[in-house]
């Protein structure tokens, strides 16, 4: 039973434009969320996280948005450039919390940003 | 600042055999994680490793076992392997068990069973 859903396994975007990546969730009690983006022969990286006590969390070109209520979070690139190409993951920490290393992870969603 | 690194960086294997794949963590971590990241799918967390000792684990068998040194270091070791083990095998370091945005990940052995 998958706990954390990217159900769109690939976005294509024109550069400048926005791209918007969506992550459903089935535990109301996740309360930290977290997005990580993949080059290929690359580990993941951090990119954003958010807490549910917040609704948008915002840094440079990346937002995210939790909308507690739907179990659904979002990030919006805006604009989008070529080098935002990546898998973009969306992630949660088991216990719901930030207190805990083992995050759960979702499918990703390939992003091609067109030139 | 070397970050965190894994080798080797690919592996092929047949059924039944034995593999070993090694982490070091980034300078200064002490906590290091493993995950399973089969193709079209999200990485998934093996287990975690800290002061040498296995503190937290994930849904996998007992074929599945790793090892932390006193240099923080890590080994993921995996018996008789099974064609669905064939994956991209992530390490993650981090300053202590409890960080998740201060996650730092390898590049990934990429492990295929024939």
């Known amino acids: 039973d998958q706990q954390v859903k990217q159900n769109s396994p690939s976005l294509s975007v024109q550069e400048g434009r926005i791209s918007i990546l969506n992550c459903d969730y089935t535990n109301s009690m996740f309360d930290y969320f977290l997005w990580y983006k993949k080059y290929p022969a690359e580990g993941p990286t951090f990119l954003i996280s958010?807490?549910?006590?917040?609704d948008k969390n915002e840094d440079g070109r990346f937002t995210v948005f939790l909308n507690k209520s739907a179990k659904h979070l979002s990030l919006h690139i805006v604009p989008s450039q070529p080098g935002d190409s990546a898998v973009y993951f969306c992630?949660?920490?088991?216990?719901?919390?930030?207190?805990?290393?083992?995050?759960?992870f979702g499918q990703g969603t390939t992003l091609q940003v067109k030139p | 600042d070397a970050g965190v690194t894994q080798s080797p960086t690919h592996l092929i294997k047949t059924r039944g055999q034995q593999v070993t794949l090694r982490c070091s963590p980034k300078s200064g971590h002490d906590t290091v994680s493993w995950y399973q990241q089969a193709l079209g799918q999200g990485p998934q967390f093996i287990f975690q490793?800290?002061?040498?000792?296995?503190?937290q684990r994930g849904n996998f068998p007992d074929r599945f076992s790793g090892h932390q040194f006193p240099n923080y270091s890590s080994e993921l070791n995996v018996n008789a392997l099974l064609l669905g083990d064939s994956a991209l095998y992530l390490c993650?370091?981090?300053?202590?068990?409890?960080?998740?945005?201060?996650?730092?990940f390898g590049p990934g052995t990429r492990l295929t069973v024939l």
């Open positions: 993650a370091s981090s300053l202590d068990p409890a960080s998740t945005d201060t996650q730092y």
């Open positions: 490793y800290y002061e040498e000792e296995e503190r």
């Open positions: 958010i807490s549910s006590i917040k």
């Open positions: 992630a949660v920490p088991d216990s719901g919390s930030s207190n805990t290393g083992k995050l759960i």
